[in-house]
């Protein structure tokens, strides 16, 4: 029989890891060579040796392509065209060009091109106004990015706020002719809502203006932005006027995507509040909208703006086919963000509803600093997948006739002094990569985010 | 100690209150009085309605009939005296409730900046001072993740107090949490009560009951089976029901 009793006199030394578990042997052991040397039975061998024979044939494939994309766009790739031969510096002798060899990407035709990709058919001489704007983005984003950086919330404000109605104003040029009438009665609503939302909040004006008076306000603040805009787009700036018509590439895929993810937010977040609401008016009205957007396809949303809305609308009524464009593509987006945000209010535990509230804090105060937060931490890659996927499909605007990059990247195939074997294959690279460097940094960034948010809790 | 402080003066003040989930009748004819600096431990079985009844004293749950007074102030449908009456209730929940992506003294600060208008500065002394009474001023900076269960308890009576409430409920503050942490969350809350606070703890914690309670309840099926002061209630249980509790949660 054991001796029952046991009394430890020294404490177990602490002891290193052992070293097959640490470094890059004990990381290619685990992650690698461990589905590969169990030869403890026939079955297992023979198994070890398949998975062998398998990584290498994927090492193989998987190298052999990336040599094949490093080959076109680097090694065999033309990178300069001194002369001016156009499409024959880029072709070979018996297609007409002076190249020797098999020819990778081209790089003069992009180089010929490049502007027609970033800023499409956007005059010449007025090209320092989208470059200002990018320059602005450039460097408001970054700031905004960067942890340390001094009134991030300041920039940030101003980003939301002044930027976008400097793009505007910058890119068409102003001096819209908006009617008087339309500006005053956008001006006096939005006014009297504000003021009604306010007053209704302090239980002035009777019970329903009580509950609705936030509602009320934020529709008010609405009409009395839009009515700034109106005013600010109005005037005459001395600026040459630019249709949307003349916009294109990377510019109009920028001015689609950023303004879809700016409106989608919010909008989202006011839409999966509504879906939650106890209010049957606020759920039901949500809920429709949102299974509206969801049940069409980005598509026949984008036809129906381009092509529907212009017979619904009284005659005569010009509205700018980008501008329909971009309404479509942010409600649209919205209807898939408030799914997104509505998943992270459902995983927020009733406690916190309950601690906020105990505390006598509002509901509005309440969403504000205790659920959303929360909420949102948790749907960051949903609210980044939903971005990115945004950011892709703004390539459909391609059908309704306005020419994003991929879309100036398709027209500038079609000229013949450029046409040669490769030019589609270089033109396709250069969107891919182009896409592909926006999307992975939001990527990167919403990976950054989450772990900079993370306090360390599950709860 | 029982009969300090205590005044005759109701702060809440509970009539007939009947609730129901459903065709569930979980509150069956509450009645119950609680005067400024009084003590009560409510206990009972599982599922016997002590939760929910406090919980509806402010308002985190509904009652259909019959009325509660907090204060001299009724709870009706009227969104503006509920949130009057939360702000005079502290309330400590089971599972601590604290907001995890704010700090320690944020958390404590919020309610006072946002709901008392308190400026920053004066809310966060105010803070610190409640910390450091319940003893871990040096979390302050540090997230709810990152402190034991015993700690986070604490902070959230913390939190409560930081509003200046006239009455503290506790909805069984040391259920979650392990043995060797009990004792320092009931510590805290012995020295508010010895402090005049009027408290309302659902608790099966009988040592603070019999230290601290001017007053035991007895709950079960969600009726008041008994009140009585501590001394008697566990010396000399009048009803069945009461005794075969006791006999449980005592005997061993």
Redesign the interface.
């Known amino acids: 029989m054991a001796n029952a009793s046991y009394l430890r006199t020294e404490d177990a030394p602490l002891l290193p890891p052992p070293v097959s578990d640490t470094g890059i042997a004990g990381w290619m052991r685990r992650h690698v060579l461990s589905t590969m040397n169990d030869f403890s039975s026939p079955g297992a061998g023979i198994r070890s040796v398949l998975m062998g024979l398998l990584t290498l044939l994927l090492l193989y494939y998987g190298l052999s392509a990336l040599w094949g994309i490093i080959d076109f766009a680097f090694i065999k790739a033309v990178w300069s065209d001194p002369e001016g031969l156009k499409r024959g510096v880029c072709t070979t002798a018996e297609q007409g060009g002076v190249a020797t060899g098999e020819v990778g990407a081209c790089w003069p035709y992009v180089q010929a091109k490049v502007k027609l990709f970033i800023y499409g058919r956007y005059p010449e001489s007025e090209l320092w106004r989208p470059n200002l704007i990018f320059a602005l983005l450039a460097a408001g984003l970054g700031w905004i990015i960067i942890d340390k950086a001094p009134g991030r919330r300041f920039i940030a404000l101003l980003m939301l706020s002044v930027f976008p109605l400097a793009a505007l104003i910058l890119l068409t040029g102003g001096h819209a002719g908006l009617s008087r009438t339309g500006m005053v009665i956008m001006a006096v609503s939005g006014v009297v809502l504000t003021l009604a939302g306010h007053l209704g909040l302090r239980g002035v004006l009777g019970e329903i203006l009580l509950a609705f008076g936030g509602g009320v306000r934020l529709l008010g603040l609405l009409f009395l932005i839009i009515a700034a805009v109106m005013f600010f787009m109005s005037i005459d700036y001395g600026l040459e006027k630019v249709p949307t018509d003349f916009w294109g590439g990377l510019l109009v895929t920028l001015v689609v995507a950023l303004t879809g993810i700016v409106a989608s937010l919010p909008l989202g977040i006011v839409l999966a509040l509504g879906r939650r609401s106890s209010l049957p008016l606020f759920r039901v009205l949500s809920i429709t909208f949102i299974e509206f957007w969801r049940g069409v396809p980005l598509i026949s949303v984008l036809f129906m703006s381009s092509v529907m809305l212009p017979l619904f609308l009284p005659e005569g009524t010009d509205f700018d086919k980008l501008l329909r464009a971009l309404i479509g593509v942010a409600l649209f987006s919205s209807a898939y963000m408030a799914e997104n945000i509505r998943g992270g209010l459902q995983a927020i535990p009733k406690g916190q509803y309950e601690g906020a509230s105990a505390l006598g804090l509002s509901y509005n105060q309440s969403m504000r600093m205790i659920i959303l937060p929360q909420a949102l931490k948790i749907v960051i890659p949903g609210i980044v997948n939903t971005f990115i996927s945004l950011f892709k499909d703004t390539t459909l605007v391609l059908i309704i006739g306005l020419f994003d990059l991929l879309g100036m990247v398709q027209s500038s195939f079609t000229d013949p002094s450029w046409a040669t074997p490769v030019t589609s294959a270089t033109g396709y690279l250069v969107c891919a990569v182009t896409f592909w460097v926006f999307c992975f940094s939001m990527s990167r960034y919403s990976v950054h985010l989450e772990k900079k948010l993370h306090t360390g809790h599950k709860r | 100690m029982s009969e300090m402080n205590v005044s005759d003066e109701a702060v809440i003040r509970i009539r007939n209150m009947q609730k129901w989930y459903g065709q569930f009748h979980v509150l069956r004819d509450i009645n119950l009085d609680v005067s400024k600096g009084e003590r009560i431990v409510v206990c009972g079985p599982s599922g016997s309605g002590k939760s929910t009844m406090i919980r509806c004293i402010?308002r985190?749950e509904e009652h259909q009939q019959g009325t509660i007074e907090v204060d001299g102030i009724e709870l009706t449908n009227d969104?503006?005296n509920i949130?009057t009456i939360?702000?005079e209730?502290?309330?400590v929940?089971q599972?601590?409730?604290?907001?995890?992506?704010l700090t320690v003294l944020e958390n404590c600060t919020?309610?006072p900046i946002?709901?008392r208008k308190m400026a920053k500065k004066e809310a966060e002394e105010i803070a610190m001072n409640y910390l450091n009474r319940v003893k871990i001023p040096n979390q302050a900076g540090k997230?709810?993740?990152?402190l034991s269960g015993g700690q986070q308890q604490r902070v959230a009576i913390a939190?409560?107090l930081c509003?200046a409430p006239k009455v503290m409920l506790f909805d069984e503050p040391t259920s979650a949490l392990d043995p060797e942490m009990i004792k320092e969350v009931l510590d805290v809350m012995i020295e508010l009560a010895q402090e005049g606070m009027t408290m309302i703890c659902v608790t099966h914690e009988m040592g603070f009951a019999r230290e601290v309670a001017n007053r035991v309840i007895f709950m079960d099926a969600g009726q008041i089976i008994e009140e009585n002061e501590p001394e008697s209630f566990f010396n000399h249980p009048q009803s069945e029901r009461t005794q075969l509790f006791l006999s449980q949660i005592l005997g061993h």
């Not at chain 2, 599972?95 to 992506?101: D, I, Q």
């Not at chain 2, 997230?143 to 990152?146: A, D, E, F, L, M």
């Open positions: 402010n985190l969104l503006k949130d939360r702000r209730i502290g309330m929940f599972h601590f409730n604290l907001f995890p992506h919020l309610a946002w709901v997230y709810p993740g990152q939190r409560a509003m």
